[in-house]
């Protein structure tokens, strides 16, 4: 046995030895991730929640993916939506549980989830699988069908083929599986995947710990953060000198930027990415969130096939969606998919086994996927109900997005985009020189520092830009819109008013 | 643009191009993966069952993780357990969806529910989040301290401390976080994990997609599969000859070998792993599946703080556990944890980090895990009721693991050690040189060939050892305990018959 070295000895002698794992001796991949949305500044929100809790221990609690401190951490969730309660009711029955004593008859009644989707405490009829039981790893089948639906009523008639749709762990964990797929080589042939600047750090971190290689493209803040096919171009060339760029990311409607993507944008993206061989991932988690008035949702799947041959016919893409976001927000459920299309494939059967070394996704998430993807039809009972709460929970959000973009724009050294899209505002602040120095002597990147400083006075949570990337030298913050419309106001206003008193502190 | 190839464009003009993603350029750790659990077998058997949905359409059809034309497909599920049953009525309390109309009363008068861990429709009260909402990337606080408070009472009380423990998507997702961050280094340098052999597969799968060394330690078939320190050995002096060994994998009770370990071996593994500088991983998700006379559960983190200095204090161990089964086996909801005993404190940070990328476990998973680590106390009205239930369904899997083997030793060329634990046995077959040949003829190794002869001949659905791990030369399968003893004893003596007729035809 060769084990022990003079050094290990003397600690073992001393009663003292080097842990087998240190930060020395970890994966050092794992230690480049980084992944602001739950980084610092949300940690420092929790310990803060903690101590208000230990003086007062009737404060309100928010759901942990808000840090209740503030109501407005980064997770995304509809703030009491009326169509989320629905879900869950749906749910619920969707759990082929003995009805609980005395429910048994409403399990049974007409009740509106037996006319939403598929009537839950009938899973054995559907041959559904109890959710106590692992699925086929790509998902249950007649859920894969139901969103191979929901993609061709999407678009407009397209076909989709439930083969080519996978059930997942939220969208994060189908985006995580089609990476791993992309990465190869070593050095200079080591895959470059290109995401976009602003990006939700899902793509950096996992880029990260795959060890491939982060291919920065800008979006444009001059023109509401569109993407620019210059800008690919030159990111590509850039890229080319040190790696093989081999995939694009596209986020749309953008996290954290809120930009929703012309059709003619799509087009050239596309266009681009078949021309320089790249395969494209199309993040489309926010699709149902689109607010602005002329903006609308163009899937890729829909304008490639659009486009005709030779694009529609060879061009790889992969398209996520997931059941945290849109009107519903279910995010604890960990329900999403993944269509796949003109993926090879034995490639597609390298993907399939990749995801049954997980078993599979949880089954309640995949229920709550399929009510997500079946909405009830017009000739349902229940059809008038949900699409009244539905359009109430959204146009909510429309005047949550307005109203945010208003106040910030109002505010002296605050600028905000128009939010679109999504459930994000991502305001560029002016902050003073004596700051960015202050910040710098902390150790602190410069929005790092006025973060941490504007959730300590004013309790409010929002995440540095610099953890979703931004041009040298500007600073940004996320900030959700999901706060019911007054609130959101008042924290709206508390905020400018904190970066006007930070600003003359540093001055 | 330096991007086209002259055989790109030749390509391009015919209308013809390759894939940007295909086998040849995709990740190659990834093709490298390996997972016979949901392999060729698994996959035919749900062809088949297609195939006989077509013709009968009316056929009983099993959860998938079960496959069912045989129903003995390798995911494990407690059939029709009562306590099951009753685990997912409290799920379904969990919910805090509206009661539906007609329910509203039972939620509230006194439904076992309600004495079992928490009322779930109090999720409120308790400072629970809403299962649509994120949790905390470790997981729900209030469910990671029931979690501590489990292992405190598993362990005679010594002391566990919620800070140690992180929920997960299943076992599996926290066994490949751990691995994660013990992958480092470089050829010679490269990370080796000791598994043993036959072992569950996500170890082998998980580091081919690490680019780990997997090193190989057989467990002792002659002795009912027990783990043997003298083979550690010999495992670790070769490893070193071409990696650095830096964990040592154990799954106890044993899948799919069904063996338990007794204490004293706990004790020489830990001995082992501390004088070899190895972090410990012990695979403890069968820890309720205990069954032989003479047989008990010993945890590791146990028998590690007993043995005292300088054990106790220093040697790093992860402990994983699961709700996919004991006597509940809920798979399908994908809840899981770990609890880590002195790790380095900035490792863990490390870990979180790398768990929060995922945003948060299920949280309905992580529900159901609370109701396993809560069940109800002597001193609750559905006490009695849980324990009868519980003790039915662990001595109906202790009179079927002792069924299986009794009725493979009497089959000629098929010996079975006793199934201690876990969820299955391993019985070793011989088979003719003849089929051995013919497999080879085919491409397949020959144990996969007797599988697939066994699942078209008989409908039943069994996993190759080769796709555990066996000796050089040994022939084996893994097949489940769970269908109803009576359907157990037919499938046990048809799979012994065909074996018999196998055996003449190759002879």
Redesign the interface.
């Known amino acids: ?3 022990s070295t003079g050094d ?1 000895s003397q600690m ?1 002698k001393n ?1 003292l ?1 080097t ?5 020395d ?4 991949r ?2 480049r ?1 980084e ?1 602001a ?2 980084g610092p500044i949300v940690q420092r929100a ?1 310990e803060l929640e903690q101590e208000l809790r230990q003086v007062w221990p009737r404060a309100p ?1 928010c ?4 840090t209740g401190v503030a109501e407005l951490a980064p ?1 995304p ?1 509809a703030h009491a939506t009326r169509a ?2 629905l ?3 749906q ?3 969707l ?4 009805p ?4 048994e ?3 049974h ?1 007409g ?1 509106p ?1 037996q006319h939403w989707g598929r009537t839950g405490y009938g899973a054995e009829a559907h ?1 559904l ?9 790509s998902g ?1 089948q007649l859920i894969r069908e139901d969103v191979a639906r929901y993609i061709e009523r999407r678009d407009g008639g397209i076909p989709a083929d439930p083969n080519n749709v996978f059930l997942s ?2 969208a ?2 189908a985006i995580v599986t089609v990476l ?5 080589g070593e050095g200079y042939t080591r895959t470059g995947v290109l995401i976009p600047i602003p990006q939700y ?2 793509y950096s ?2 880029l990260a ?1 795959l060890g491939a290689v982060q291919v920065d493209y800008y979006l444009d803040e001059e023109r509401a953060w569109a993407l620019d096919v210059a800008e690919l ?1 030159r990111a ?2 850039q890229a ?1 000198d040190h790696c093989r760029p ?2 694009l990311c596209v986020i749309n409607p953008g996290n954290p930027t809120g930009q929703v993507q012309t059709r003619e944008c799509i087009e050239a993206v596309i266009r681009f990415a078949f ?5 494209l991932l199309a993040d489309e988690v926010y699709q149902d969130n689109v607010y602005a008035a002329g903006s609308q949702f163009h899937s890729f799947k829909k304008v490639l096939m659009e486009m005709g ?2 694009y529609a016919g ?1 061009q ?1 893409l992969a398209s996520f969606h997931s059941t ?1 976001k849109g009107y ?7 329900g999403g998919y993944v269509e796949v299309v ?3 494939a ?2 597609q059967q ?1 993907m399939l ?2 995801m ?10 995949q229920a709550l996927l399929d009510l997500v993807v079946s909405p009830p039809a017009p000739t349902d009972p229940s059809f008038a109900q949900f699409q009244a709460e539905k359009q109430a929970v959204l146009a909510e959000l429309a005047a949550k997005a307005k109203l945010t973009e208003q106040v910030f724009n109002e505010a002296p050294g605050i600028s905000c985009n128009p939010v679109q899209g999504a459930m994000y505002s991502f305001p560029r602040v002016q902050l003073p020189l004596r700051a960015v120095e202050r910040a710098q002597e902390l150790g602190l990147a410069p929005d790092m520092f006025f973060c941490l400083r504007l959730l300590e006075e004013t309790g409010i949570c929002v995440v540095p830009g610099s953890g979703f990337g931004q041009r040298e030298g500007t600073y940004h913050f996320r900030m959700t819109i999901l706060p019911p419309l007054e609130k959101l106001r008042l924290l709206l206003e508390k905020l400018s008013r904190f970066h006007a008193k930070f600003t003359l502190e540093y001055s």
Do not use: W
């Open positions: 046995m060769a084990s290990q073992v009663g030895r842990k087998v794992l240190t930060l001796s970890m994966n050092p794992v230690q991730v992944y949305v739950r929790l609690r759901p942990p993916g808000h997770a969730l989320e309660g879900g869950r009711a749910s619920a029955c759990l082929p549980s003995p609980l004593p005395g429910c008859e409403a399990f009644r009740h989830c041959h699988p109890a959710p106590g039981a692992y699925s086929a790893s249950i762990t939220g994060s964990d791993k797929l992309l990465v190869a750090p899902l971190a996992t710990e171009h590509l060339c080319r081999r995939a021309e320089e061989r790249l395969f041959p030779p060879q790889e945290s519903m927000g279910e995010c604890g459920f960990r003109n993926m090879d034995a490639v390298q086994k990749l049954s070394v997980r078993l599979c996704p949880p089954v309640p998430g």
